[in-house]
Each structure stands twice: as structure tokens, then as C-alpha cells.
């Protein structure tokens, strides 16, 4: 049960403040928090769950705007960070973005927003698609219209039917012109490659997005051709469980809009699209560095946004690396970035230079870890491939469009 | 939205000082108060939403209370939400100008439009003084039956606000039975699941006073109030959905059908998309099968990758919540984990809480067959840039060592450590080849050869100067040098600042003078003037008791400082089995982020459903207290055990002792004064000690005092009889609880009828009174019972108090006893047990 909800901007200021029980929660704990998160810095920020001396805190940091909320009873501790995340999701949502700005311009909608979001520590309504028939968010549609017709309530005259309907993540009177569905497979590929080249761990985390501007309540089914791949797999509520355990089809009424409809993990692959290949060599105070980057296993696809980042040990005194394609950045915190983009077809793209270390220090005792990115749209890395996507019932013409990118996670190469 | 007194705190110099605009403000709102003008609600709006930042940002603007009541006749929603914000806030600051808002709130309550309605009976119920509740009760109770939905949701929650207002008011209103019968019979879940978190709210505070109340709690865990909201779940928000599952957790079915049907109903939470329904799920099945041992395996592997994944996908913020858990599960049952190894791999860009948490489990999952990769990847984070991590990384190789797979690799792997060239590393590498050493003396010849080319300049670190010391002692005689750098250490005495190092340094100066005497002679001499001169206490005494034992018989002193070694079969743990399982039974809440149970760490003024008399509070707290202690100290020993022991025992002896009792020999003396301190009669204690009843302090007593106090053959002692009319006031109970030591200190396990009859503390105090041993306090719900008893025995005014804490859905019982008599406790404990299993037997 949470006792209060903060929202603090970007140095600390308190932008807004929700009090949820009759223990009111002095403000003042969100100056210790600040002081401890300056003094302690990041590893402070990461923490989820805090103990101050009076109260347990929350956090959850979104776009530089920190969720603050305090309690002084033992709860689920994920369903504060769960809470919190929505919150700031919802926000984001309604307000096109989040920064600090944007929610001192929009506080009274936050308020009423949060009002309806939870009651005396409970949480209440959380699905976007019912807190906009509640509280209409403040666009540009909206605003144009008060000025027109001089009525500038947002919020709206009648209760949402979803909340009594059966289906609460949709509202029963959608109408489009155009109905049309789009599919989206996002991949994001999580690896460790160790320094003799060996894959220590190669792994995928996807989730299938869904974007539906559907009329009526249609109820669609989505298969896959190889559904077996997947190794577990998470739904949003609208997929209901007993297709999917029998025949691995989902099936669905989707809410309307973008929604996060399935998350699956798929371990144990083998096949990294790219290669990285770092080598160090120390001698005499000085350390030669080359890193070859080149394609491993072609997905047949355009391979893009390769960076490789690494942070020099503290050690080093001075770099000087030089590249035969893309650019090299070293920033002052001994953070090297090297941007790619695209391999070009007619030389294999390689970084070399030397490194300066500490006087008295012979070699290299401490060796940085290569992060790798990169992006390949039009495949998803996993092999997961989506068969067909029906619409029961609903004889409408129906658009369905379906699109797959894998970019990489956590890929990162040990020396 | 800062209260009154905050508001004096100098605000930075973007923000706007405050008074010239509040008065500002305070004039223009009044101008409006009565206008009817066209645009006069544009302006208000404008006015309104300033006067809010300005709370916001922590300006006090309760001074314009009145105006803004004033101008709250209005019909445009915004406006009057904006109000209500205001009103909730400072209302409880101003109670009398509270009283003007009544008026437009009650009538807000009878507008047609629900969402008005609703509002404002959620205001109504936000203002929070007392004396208005009389203004409540009517709109709650029309709320209550409203006909939309939207309406009694809010109604429902406002009970409850007005319960902790005031609590009398609630309960004459008779508004817990609309409740519970809207709970029941509602058609919109979300009243249902509302209806729900306040009953139990109320009714669980309710409990201690009224016996109906109490027994309705009991019914929400009755079979057709759980199936009733099982069948529905789905229908459920899911943050509603995570209360009922809580709900379900201390359900206790009747039999294991019920359980499997329970788990396939549940099994597709675990798929949910909201972290906290699926922990609260596992939560469910992790209960439900904690009696079904071999369930309970296919439990952790269904629960498996739900859980990997959770911490794979979500925010950062959630993974770590879930890896928390994931590692107290893991700690259970680390062989269901082993295949998944990979997955606790850590990442460069992970934050170092996690990596740590991350290495504890590659540790615990470490078998036969993953060891050979799980140590390479340690080694591999050895050269990390976090240096925290690349010290922890090298205890995990260890501590896997030390679990016996594969040790010969890793013993080379360890050894390379020391050539590494990084402080840090050779100190933790050291540290760890002793402890590898202790129990594998086999390895001997192996290690010395690498550590005795440590040149001790290198090593800084207490610890590691400490471990490297304690090998040159008791190797002295396969390291050519030994007796040298001891002598070159002892010359530097008085740069040493750790106190641990010099006292390791008498001991292994000793241990190598017995090996090889000529050539220790002159240091062990300079070793025991530098020690006599220490200022430090134990420095001091343990130089001085050297010199004396040998000045009193020199192969006695080898047999007390050096004796033979047996080799350390199971080092002791950190963290006491009881607390685990206390963490476990509080599986996903806060405990396990913490990794202490909530006893430890919540507000006592926030522990929840637990409900003394004042008195007895105070009694419980000092109770935890004491518990408190007893894990802390036991870890200290063990940091102790593993540097400071000289005779080097089996360790796993530590387990079952106390802290203050764990020590060599030559502080047994002071530990007897530790232990027998607390005790009125210390006569008594040594006895009782002699006599081999109490099984802390005795063993290492027995050791020293063997020779002073002769153990005097234990006449078999008459049965122990209580006093069936016993008294003793709370005071003195609480002083005598503080006092004394625990004496017992045990778990027990209840019959299955037991657990299902105890229903109320009532039922047990009275079947205990049939056995002459009183409750003098208790408390709890089902399924955590907490009894402090005493009895007496019958001839003679000696007490025994016994605090009892019953989980009946796992039907265990841990007893925590203190005696006045020390060398009864143990009688007493059976007699206890005895009369505790009969419980529920017809």
C-alpha cells in the first residue's frame, strides 16, 4: 500500500506531490533522497527499492523525471515498481513525451490522472485506453476545439463503457474508416563473446507489438510457423490461454491502438550476425590496440548502426586511435565510441592506435569490454516467423501489415 | 503542498517567494467569488491553477481557504476538481473553514452526472477531520448503493477512509456488512477487489477487540469465499488480481485435489504480462505445495523461466525485484538452477548490487558438471574494472572450492591469482588459500610452494597479511623462511595497526617455536615483550597468557596452541537457516529485496496486523531485539572463527553455538564471564554448564574448566511438576524476558489437526491453560500466531517464559525458551512440546 507519490525533476525539485492515505508523508524525504542520490551517484539511481529512516522508496527513473513513492508497510515489491512504471508510462503517453516542462505546463491533468489511477494506496485503473475516455489528453485536436467552442473541459462528460464491459482494455464503439493492423516482431539479441572468440552466451528477448484500428470488437488470431523456438513466453491480458496451450495460436481482441501484445525469450542460438575481434598488445608502458569488426553469419539483411563502445581502464594516460572507416570518439570520461554505420562491401572496417599508460606500470592489467551495436531491420534474428493473422467474425476489408527489426541488446566482447 | 510549518524553508531563487502573490491572489479570487460574467470561469481557471502550482512548488497558500470555497460554485468540472485538490490538502490544517466545504460536497454527491458523484465522495472522504465524519456517513451509505459502478467503487474506498478517521463511527454505521455483502455479490470486480482490500484492512485491525470481527477474517480464507474470487480472477484489474492471489496464499486447501485444481487455474497467471501478478502467482503454488515435497521440485521448474525471463525483459528497476527473488530461490534449491547457469553470467554494464547478487548464485548452482565453465567466467570478471566485484568473484571461485568439485583446477586457478601482480587480487587469493588449506591440507605442498614467494611487503590488506601469517605459522616447517619473515614482522610490531594481525602474529610465532625452535627463539621473545607492551586489551592478554603457559610447562602450551589438526568439514553459514525460511515465507514482499525478514527492518509502529496491549509491546519489541542480536553476532564470529581461532576445531560446531560462546580456548574464560553475565546466579550457571545441560557455553567450558570444576555426577533429577495457579504480572514477565538468555531455542512442528484448529490465539491459550502453562500475550492472524507463556514451577518460584511463534500453514512452531533455572529448560521444553502436539487432538 503506498502512502504517497512524489515526482521529482532532473535536480531534484519537487514537481508534484500525491498524498494517498491519512499518514501524510512529509516532504522532506525527498531532500534526503536527493542528497543521497548526489552523494552516492549512480549506483544509487539503479537501486529500485530504498530504505530511508522512515519510510521505503520506490523509484522509477524515466527521462530524467524520478517516480518517487513512499511506503511504511511490507508490500509486493514489485507491484510498487510495476505501478510506478505505469504511471510513467500512462504520462509519457498522455503528454507526448516526458520532461520536466511538460508536466509543470500539464500538473492539473497529472493530478487527475493519478486521482484515477489509484485510491488510498491501491491501484485502481492503469489501461491508457480507459483513463483517455476518462480524462481526454491535452492535444492539439482538444485545444483547437476549446477555442472554438469555448468549452474547455477536458474531461469528458460521460463514465468509459469499458469499465463495466468484459473486455476493459476496450472500449465497445471504435469506428474507422480504414481498418488496419500492423505487426511488428522487435528482436533485441543479448551476447557474450569471450576473448578467444568463443560464444559464451547468445540469446534473444523479442516482443510482438501490435498497432490495430479496428471497428467494432474484432478478435483476431495470430500464428506462427515455428512457435516452438520459444523458449517462455509472457501476454498481455487481452491473449487468451487456452489456444495458445493447445494449438500455440493466439487469440485475441486487441485493445485499440499500440499495445505490447506477447514478450517471449529464445536462448541458446549460435549465430551472431557480426564479428568483433579486439586485440591488445602491451609493451613497455605502451599498448597497441586493433579491432577488426567484420560480418559472421549474414542475415541477408542490411546490417546498420554498428558502433562498438569501450571504456578504457583508469590506467591509461592517453589514446590515439585511428580508423580506416567511420569515426572515432573519445570522451573525457576514457569512453571510446566507434560509429560504423554500414560494413562497406570492399574493406573489412578496423580500429588501431596505441595506448599511453601510467608511468610504472609495464602492462596492461586490466582489460575493457567491448560493447557492440548494431541494427538489422526486415528479419528477426530469432528465426521466428509469423504464418498468418486471421479476423473472426468481422467480413470488413481489413489492411494487415507486418514488420520485423532485431538490434542488439547487451552484446558485448570480453579481451 | 508542504504543511504549514515547511513553508518557512527558503525557497530557491527560481521560485517565487510567495507572500506579495498569495495576497495577490487571495484578492483577485475574491473579486470573482460572486461574478457571473461571461468569462468569469476562464479566469477562475487561470486563478485556480495558480493558487496549485504555487502548492505544488511548496508555497503555503492555506490563507486563501475561504476564497477559493467561495468560487467552488461552479459547474465546470475542472474547476471543481481543482478545488477538491485544494481542499483535500489544507483541509485537515483548518478543520472550522473545512466546514464550508461540506455544503457543495454533499450536494456535489447528488449530481446526476456519476463521475461528479464519485468525485466528490472521494473528497468528501479525503478531508480527513475528525469532527466532520457525522457529514459522512449519509453519502457513504447512498454511494454504497449507487447504481453506477464508478460511484461505489469510490464509496467502498471511502469507508475505509473513514474507518481511519474513525474507526467507532465505521463500525456503528454497520458498514463492513454492506461490504462484505458487496464483496460477494457485486457485479463490477473492481468494487469487489475494493471491497475486499478495505474488509481486510478493517476486520484485521478489528480483530483484537472483537471477536466477530475476527471470526469474519477467518471466513475470507473460507473455501467459498476463495473460490468465488478464484473463478472470477480473470475478470480482475490485475492489480486486483495481486490482491486476491494474496489472498489465495494463506488459503489452506482442504486436500491435494484442491491444490492441483487451484494451480491449473493459476497456471496462465504465470504468463501474465505484469511482473507482479506472476510473482504473486508463484507465490501461490510455492505455498500451496510446500507440504508436497516432490510437487514442489515440478513447481520450481515450471516457475523457472517465468521468472528468467521477468528479469531479462522488464524495466531495470523490476529486474532487480525479481533477481532478489529469483536468488532466495535459488539459495533453496540450487540443483533445479544448475543447468541455467548462463543466465547469471554478468554483464559489463550491470550495476554491481546485481553482479553481486548474480556471483552468490553462480556459486550456489555450481555442481559436477558446470564447474569447470562457472569458474572460468569468475575468473574472467578477476580482471574486471569494478574492483568490489573482481574481490567478489574471487571468493566465489573459492567458496566453490570449498564445496569440493573439481578442486584441482581451481586450486591452479587460485594460484595464479597470487601471480597476478594486483593487490587486491593476491589479498583475496590469500584469504582464500587458507581457508582451501583448513580443509584440504592435502593441498598443501602445492600452495606453500606459490604463497611462500609472496614477499609480505605486498600485502597490505589485515585479512590477507593475517591469512598469510596464519600459513607461515602452522606451515613454518615446509617454508625455509618462515622463522625469518616472522622475525621481520615482529621488528616492524609497532607499524602494524590491526590488532587482528598482531595477535595472529603471536600465535604463528609460537606455532613455528615449536617446530623450530632455535631458529624462532629470539623472535618469539621479541614477539611477547612487543605483546606484554601492547595497549591493546586481547594483544596484551593473549602475550601474556603465552608467556605463562610457557612458563608453566612448554609441551602443554604446544598441546593448547598447536595441537593437531583435523580438517574443517563445513564451514559455517552467514545467514541462519531460521531466517531464510523466514524470508521464504514472506516471498515476494520487501523481505527478499533486503534479504532480511520484515522483523528486522519495517517500523515497528507499522508491523501490521500484530496487536499487543501496550505493555506487552514494549515486551515484543525487546524480544526482537534480542533476536535481532543473535544472527549479527554469529556473523561477526564467524569473520572471527576463520582468523582468530588458534586450535582450529571443527567449525561446524559454531552452528549450534552462540555467538559469545565461540572461541579458542584461551578466551573461554572470558567468554564464561560473557555467558554467565546475564544470569542472577552465577553458581547456577556453571553447574548447569558442568552438568551438560545447556548446549551453548558448555563445550567450550567443558574444555578449560574440566580441570577446576569436576564435573559432579548429575543426580537424576525429580520430574518436573508446574504450579497450575500461576501468576506473574506483565512487568515483571517483561523485565525477566530481558534478562535472562535464551536457554532453548527450537522449531517444532504442530499435527495437521493442530494447525487447522488454531484458528484464534484463544483456542491454544486455553488448551495450554489445561496444562498449567499461561499466555501472558498474544497476537496475530492466521496464518502467523505469536504466544509469549509462562509457568512456574510447582514447589518453588521459578519461571519459565517461552515465546512461540505458529505458522499454522506450514503447521510449524518456533519456540524461543528462558528459564530461571537454567538445568530445567530442557525438561520444561519437552513438557512444552508435549502439550503443544496434543493441541487438536480430540
Request: glycine share 4%.
Amino acid at each position: 500500500m503506498l502512502q504517497c507519490i512524489f515526482l521529482l525533476s532532473d535536480s531534484g525539485e519537487v514537481m508534484l506531490e500525491k498524498q494517498l492515505t491519512g499518514h501524510r508523508v512529509d516532504r522532506s524525504i525527498c531532500t534526503w533522497f536527493w542528497d543521497q542520490a548526489v552523494s552516492q551517484g549512480d549506483s544509487f539511481k539503479d537501486q529500485p527499492v530504498i530504505a530511508s529512516p522512515t519510510h521505503y522508496l520506490f523509484q522509477v527513473v524515466r527521462e530524467g523525471i524520478t517516480f518517487l513513492a513512499c511506503t511504511q508497510v511490507e508490500m509486493p515489491p514489485l507491484m510498487g515498481i510495476e505501478f510506478l512504471g505505469k504511471v510513467a508510462d500512462v504520462l509519457s503517453g498522455y503528454l507526448e513525451g516526458l520532461n520536466e516542462d511538460v508536466i509543470k505546463d500539464n500538473f492539473v491533468i497529472v493530478y487527475e490522472l493519478l486521482d484515477e489511477m489509484i485510491d488510498n494506496g491501491y491501484p485502481l485503473t492503469t489501461e491508457a485506453n480507459i483513463l483517455r475516455e476518462m480524462i481526454a489528453p491535452p492535444n492539439f485536436v482538444t485545444k483547437m476545439l476549446s477555442v472554438v467552442t469555448g468549452n474547455s473541459s477536458n474531461v469528458s462528460d460521460t463514465l468509459p463503457g469499458a469499465t463495466s464491459s468484459c473486455v476493459p482494455w476496450r472500449t465497445a464503439d471504435v469506428k474507422y474508416a480504414n481498418n488496419e493492423v500492423y505487426v511488428d516482431l522487435v528482436e533485441e539479441m543479448d551476447a557474450i563473446i569471450s576473448r578467444d572468440g568463443a560464444l559464451v552466451k547468445c540469446e534473444i528477448y523479442g516482443e510482438i507489438q501490435v498497432n490495430s484500428h479496428i471497428t467494432g470488437v474484432p478478435d483476431l488470431s495470430l500464428s506462427f510457423t515455428n512457435p516452438s523456438i520459444m523458449d517462455d513466453v509472457r501476454f498481455h491480458p487481452c491473449v487468451r490461454f487456452r489456444p495458445w496451450e493447445s494449438h500455440q495460436i493466439l487469440s485475441f481482441v486487441p485493445p485499440d491502438g499500440l499495445f505490447k501484445l506477447m514478450s517471449y525469450r529464445v536462448k541458446k542460438l549460435k549465430s551472431p550476425p557480426i564479428y568483433v575481434k579486439p586485440q591488445l598488445t602491451s609493451d613497455a608502458g605502451t599498448c597497441r590496440i586493433n579491432v577488426m569488426v567484420g560480418i559472421r553469419n549474414d542475415p541477408g539483411k542490411m546490417i546498420d548502426n554498428i558502433t562498438v563502445q569501450f571504456q578504457l581502464p583508469p590506467c591509461v594516460l592517453s589514446a590515439d586511435l585511428t580508423a580506416n572507416h567511420g569515426a572515432v570518439n573519445i570522451l573525457s570520461n576514457k569512453m571510446c565510441t566507434w560509429s560504423i554505420d554500414r560494413i562497406p562491401k570492399d574493406r573489412a572496417p578496423a580500429l588501431s592506435g596505441t595506448l599511453l599508460l601510467e608511468t610504472g606500470l609495464e602492462r596492461l592489467h586490466v582489460f575493457p569490454v567491448f560493447q557492440v551495436g548494431f541494427r538489422i531491420q526486415g528479419v528477426a534474428l530469432s528465426g521466428l516467423h509469423i504464418d498468418k493473422l486471421d479476423l473472426k467474425v468481422m467480413p470488413t476489408r481489413l489492411y494487415k501489415g507486418f514488420r520485423a527489426h532485431t538490434r542488439a541488446g547487451l552484446y558485448e566482447v570480453r579481451t | 503542498m508542504a504543511p504549514p510549518a515547511q513553508s518557512q524553508r527558503s525557497p530557491s531563487p527560481s521560485q517565487p517567494s510567495g507572500k506579495g502573490e498569495v495576497s495577490d491572489l487571495k484578492l483577485q479570487l475574491r473579486q470573482l467569488a460572486g461574478s457571473r460574467a461571461p468569462g468569469a470561469d476562464d479566469s477562475k481557471r487561470e486563478l485556480f491553477k495558480k493558487v496549485i502550482s504555487y502548492m505544488t512548488i511548496g508555497i503555503d497558500v492555506s490563507s486563501v481557504f475561504g476564497e477559493m470555497v467561495m468560487c467552488s460554485a461552479t459547474s465546470d468540472i475542472v474547476l471543481k476538481k481543482m478545488c477538491y485538490l485544494y481542499v483535500g490538502n489544507y483541509a485537515k490544517g483548518n478543520p472550522d473553514l473545512a466546514l464550508l466545504t461540506i455544503n457543495f460536497l454533499q450536494r456535489d454527491c447528488k449530481d446526476e452526472d456519476p463521475m461528479i458523484r464519485g468525485l466528490a465522495l472521494r473528497s468528501l472522504c479525503s478531508l480527513r477531520v475528525a469532527n466532520l465524519v457525522e457529514y459522512l456517513v449519509g453519502p457513504l451509505g447512498s454511494g454504497l448503493k449507487d447504481a453506477n459502478s464508478y460511484v461505489r467503487l469510490v464509496a467502498v474506498m471511502g469507508v475505509l477512509k473513514l474507518y481511519h478517521i474513525s474507526a467507532s463511527t465505521c463500525v456503528d454505521a454497520d458498514f463492513p456488512a454492506v461490504l462484505k455483502h458487496l464483496m460477494l455479490h457485486d457485479q463490477d470486480t473492481q468494487v469487489v477487489a475494493n471491497c475486499l482490500s478495505a474488509l481486510q484492512e478493517i476486520w484485521s485491525s478489528e480483530a483484537s477487540s472483537s471477536e466477530e470481527a475476527s471470526r469474519d477474517r477467518e471466513a475470507l480464507l473460507s473455501k467459498p469465499v476463495v473460490y468465488y474470487l478464484l473463478n472470477r480472477i480473470k475478470e480482475f484489474s490485475e492489480w486486483a488480481q495481486c490482491l486476491v492471489l494474496e489472498l489465495v496464499a494463506k488459503y489452506v486447501p482442504a486436500d491435494s485435489n484442491e491444490i492441483f485444481d487451484i494451480m491449473n487455474l493459476l497456471e496462465d497467471r504465470l504468463q501474465h504480462a505484469n511482473g507482479a501478478v506472476v510473482l504473486a502467482t508463484i507465490k501461490v503454488f510455492l505455498n500451496l505445495t510446500l507440504s508436497m515435497t516432490d510437487v514442489h521440485q515440478q513447481v520450481y521448474e515450471r516457475i523457472k523461466a517465468p521468472l528468467l525471463t521477468l528479469v531479462s525483459s522488464g524495466s531495470p528497476e523490476q529486474s532487480y525485484a525479481v533477481l532478489s527473488h529469483l536468488h532466495l530461490l535459488v539459495m533453496r534449491a540450487p540443483y533445479i538452477f544448475s543447468a541455467d547457469y548462463k543466465h547469471f553470467y554478468c554483464q559489463y554494464n550491470e550495476p554491481s548490487y546485481v553482479k553481486k547478487l548474480k556471483l552468490e548464485m553462480l556459486t550456489a548452482v555450481a555442481n559436477e558438471s558446470n564447474t569447470y565453465e562457472i569458474v572460468t567466467e569468475l575468473c574472467e570478471y578477476a580482471a574486471n574494472v569494478d574492483i568490489p566485484i573482481a574481490r567478489e568473484s574471487i571468493r566465489a571461485v573459492g567458496k566453490i572450492a570449498l564445496q569440493q568439485y573439481d578442486v584441482n583446477a581451481i586450486v591452479d586457478r587460485l594460484l595464479q591469482f597470487l601471480e597476478m601482480e594486483k593487490d587486491y587480487v593476491t589479498a583475496e587469493a590469500l584469504v582464500l588459500v587458507k581457508d582451501l588449506l583448513r580443509k584440504y591440507p592435502q593441498w598443501s605442498q602445492d600452495c606453500i610452494a606459490v604463497v611462500g614467494n609472496i614477499s609480505s611487503k605486498n600485502v597490505q590488506e589485515s585479512k590477507a597479511k593475517a591469512a598469510l601469517i596464519w600459513m607461515l605459522g602452522e606451515y613454518s616447517q615446509d617454508m625455509s623462511d618462515a622463522p625469518y619473515v616472522l622475525e621481520s614482522l615482529i621488528e616492524n610490531w609497532d607499524e602494524e595497526h590491526s590488532a587482528e594481525v598482531r595477535l595472529h602474529l603471536l600465535t604463528a610465532v609460537m606455532k613455528c617455536f615449536f617446530k623450530r625452535p632455535p631458529e624462532t627463539q629470539k623472535a618469539l621473545g621479541a614477539a611477547l615483550a612487543a605483546g606484554l607492551a601492547d595497549f591493546h586489551q586481547d594483544v596484551h592478554d593473549r602475550a601474556l597468557f603465552y608467556y605463562r603457559l610457557l612458563q608453566h610447562n612448554v609441551s602443554v602450551a604446544e598441546r593448547v596452541v598447536n595441537p593437531p589438526k583435523q580438517a574443517v568439514s563445513v564451514f559455517a553459514d552467514t545467514q541462519s537457516s531460521e531466517v531464510k525460511d523466514r524470508i521464504f515465507d514472506e516471498f515476494n514482499s520487501l523481505s527478499v529485496v533486503y534479504q532480511k525478514p520484515s522483523y528486522m527492518f519495517t517500523d515497528k509502529e507499522h508491523r501490521g496486523p500484530f496487536e499487543f496491549s501496550d505493555e506487552i509491546s514494549n515486551l515484543s519489541i525487546g524480544a526482537e531485539a534480542a533476536s535481532n542480536v543473535a544472527p549479527v553476532s554469529r556473523v561477526e564470529a564467524n569473520g572471527n572463527d576463520l582468523l582468530l581461532s588458534t586450535s582450529d576445531k571443527e567449525e561446524s560446531r559454531v552452528a549450534n553455538n552462540n555467538g559469545s560462546a565461540y572461541s579458542a580456548p584461551l578466551y573461554d574464560a572470558s567468554a564464561l564471564s560473557v555467558a554467565a553475565a546475564p544470569q542472577t546466579q552465577s553458581e547456577s550457571a556453571i553447574t548447569s554448564s558442568a552438568s551438560g545441560y545447556t548446549p551453548q557455553a558448555s563445550f567450550a567450558i567443558d574444555d578449560l574448566l574440566g580441570l577446576g570444576v569436576p564435573a559432579a555426577p548429575a543426580p537424576s533429577p525429580p520430574p518436573l511438576k508446574l504450579n497450575p495457579r500461576a501468576v506473574l504480572d506483565p512487568g515483571s514477565f517483561q523485565q525477566k524476558w530481558r534478562q535472562l538468555p535464551i536457554s532453548v531455542s527450537q522449531e517444532h512442528s504442530l499435527s495437521p489437526q493442530g494447525a487447522a484448529a488454531l484458528t484464534t490465539p484463544q483456542v491454544l491459550l486455553r488448551h495450554m491453560q489445561a496444562h498449567s502453562i499461561h499466555c501472558i500475550a498474544s497476537g496475530g492472524q492466521s496464518p502467523n500466531f505469536k504466544f509469549f507463556f509462562f509457568a512456574q514451577k510447582a514447589e518453588e518460584s521459578s519461571n519459565f517464559l517461552v515465546e512461540c511463534k505458529i505458522n499454522t500453514s506450514t503447521a510449524k512452531a518456533q519456540l524461543n525458551i528462558k528459564a530461571d533455572d537454567q538445568s530445567k529448560s530442557q525438561e520444561f521444553t519437552t513438557l512444552f512440546q508435549t502439550a503443544l502436539s496434543k493441541f487438536g487432538m480430540p
